[in-house]
């Protein structure tokens, strides 16, 4: 046994590692979020979006879309097949730690005779037979024949079966390394699902919003066409019954196709937004559609804001960059271990006979047992570079992590700022849309009573409808920063234990 003792030790030694000792990168986070009027306070992430987060919009065909996204839509799909084989991958190197075993057999024919020896044989994988001269050959294997035709010819054939195994034992971490650095890209990869899941939600959330915030407008331009037609016809009697000039005539109808053409316009924005959602859901442009719905309401759900220091787990683009660093910190150990010996270890057992009756007897056996040790002396500061290299990519990754997550600090902030001023602006909008429909109403009725110029009513008519059109325009906008919000704060993912 005492021969065995150094074989003992250093495998007992397997394990160690020279990857650096990991741990988050250090980032400063603020305790809370910039105060502004209105502002809710932060509290922990308990009360945070979670799960299927737009169903708080209250629309059946918007959670239907969601479905449909997720089912179908391309860039999730490759995203997942990303993370499949970033899996793959990982077992693929976990599979290093164990040892190859083999199994080969070969059958060899030998034939000599006046003086000359032709030889052929193959090998073969699971048994099968070459034979030369005027024989065949039948099984599976490598090799050639050759044919000599001599006189007196003699021949021989010997069988061999093997079963063999090659090992190299991970005495300085190269391996684990490789696979720790495999686990972390995986994780990342996980996380770069979530992010275009949450993107995809995002995405088709603001889409749908603005193709439903589109029909409103919509609503509001053909309501206002309506009325401008009416201003004409009211213009044209006037003319007609010789009480006003006809410029009146000519400014009603000017205002009518400059209201026509923007309901055009919207059409085109709609078509667009409609076409952008199909694509979003995995179908084509050309067969999608997506109809009107009478009397829609925008609903702004409440997102209440969390802890700046919850996002580190709840963003899967800053668990992505943090898996990141993970990673490039484990290559370090990969390079590191290039200035250790590489050892590996061997050993057979077979058959050898000339005789296939015989071949699996004690007299036909043989085995050996080996080991390999193989040293780099020289390489002029290559493995050094290659270390350097390593370590650098750590500092770009944690560099990129840290840059992640300031990003993601300015998307919520940005994000809560607006949801709070946003809601202001919508209640004073409404304030003044609601003036303007009052002025215009009355501004006409002093129109046909004679009182003012068809100048003023012009006038009164643009202020509503822009008036009206900025209203819709502030209630799509607290939406899409609800939408904007909920992204920030990193819809319903949070971060795996793995990932935290």
């Not at 994780?187 to 995002?202: I, K, V, Y």
């Not at 439903?212 to 066409?225: E, H, K, M, P």
């Not at 590489?342 to 047992?369: E, H, M, P, Q």
């Not at 009206?468 to 325009?473: D, E, F, G, I, Y």
């Amino acid at each position: 046994m005492k021969p065995l003792r150094p074989v003992v030790i250093l495998l007992l030694a397997c394990g160690c590692s020279l990857a650096p000792h990991y741990a988050r990168p250090a980032t400063a986070l603020p305790q809370t979020w910039k105060t502004a009027e209105g502002w809710s306070r932060a509290v922990p992430a308990d009360q945070a979006p979670r799960g299927d987060w737009w169903t708080a919009f209250g629309d059946p065909q918007l959670d239907a879309l969601m479905r449909q996204g997720d089912q179908h839509n391309q860039t999730v799909a490759q995203a997942a097949a990303t993370y499949a084989q970033a899996r793959a991958a990982v077992r693929e190197a976990r599979a290093s730690l164990f040892p190859v075993v083999s199994l080969d057999g070969s059958v060899t024919h030998t034939r000599s005779g006046s003086g000359r020896t032709i030889v052929s044989g193959g090998t073969v994988s699971g048994g099968g037979t070459t034979t030369t001269g005027t024989g065949t050959t039948t099984g599976t294997g490598t090799g050639s024949t050759t044919a000599v035709a001599t006189s007196g010819a003699r021949s021989t054939t010997n069988y061999r079966v093997n079963i063999g195994a090659t090992w190299e034992p991970d005495l300085f971490g190269a391996i684990r390394n490789s696979v720790s650095n495999a686990a972390a890209t995986a994780e990342a990869r996980g996380a770069d699902l979530a992010s275009a899941q949450l993107a995809l939600h995002g995405e088709l959330a603001t889409d749908y919003l603005s193709l439903r915030g589109t029909d409103a407008q919509l609503a509001v331009l053909q309501a206002t066409t309506d009325a401008y037609r009416r201003s004409l016809q009211i213009a044209t009697n006037r003319y007609d019954a010789g009480i006003v000039a006809r410029t009146n005539v000519f400014q009603a109808q000017s205002q009518l196709a400059s209201a026509q053409s923007d309901l055009e316009g919207l059409k085109r924005t709609r078509t667009q937004y409609e076409d952008a959602i199909a694509v979003l859901v995995g179908e084509p442009a050309a067969s999608f559609r997506v109809a009107a719905v009478a009397n829609w309401r925008p609903v702004v759900p409440d997102v209440p804001p969390v802890l700046p220091s919850t996002l580190l787990q709840r963003r899967p683009d800053i668990a992505a960059a943090e898996r990141a660093v993970a990673a490039a910190n484990a290559a370090i150990g990969v390079e590191r271990a290039a200035f250790f010996p590489d050892i590996s270890l061997s050993a057979d057992y077979g058959f050898n006979d000339n005789s296939i009756a015989k071949l699996f007897t004690s007299a036909a056996s043989l085995w050996s047992v080996g080991a390999q040790v193989a040293q780099t002396l020289l390489d002029f500061g290559a493995r050094r570079a290659r270390v350097a290299q390593a370590r650098a990519a750590y500092d770009a990754a944690v560099a990129g992590y840290r840059g992640t997550v300031l990003t993601a600090l300015q998307d919520v902030q940005d994000n809560l700022v607006a949801q709070t001023i946003l809601a202001r602006q919508e209640t004073l909008l409404r304030t003044a849309s609601e003036a303007a429909d009052r002025s215009e109403a009355s501004i006409r009725d002093q129109y046909r009573a004679g009182i003012v110029v068809f100048t003023d009513v012009v006038t009164a008519q643009a202020t509503a409808l822009n008036a009206r059109r900025a209203l819709v325009q502030a209630q799509l906008d607290r939406q899409t920063a609800a939408v904007a919000l909920v992204q920030a704060l990193g819809g319903g993912w949070t971060a795996s234990p793995a990932t935290r």
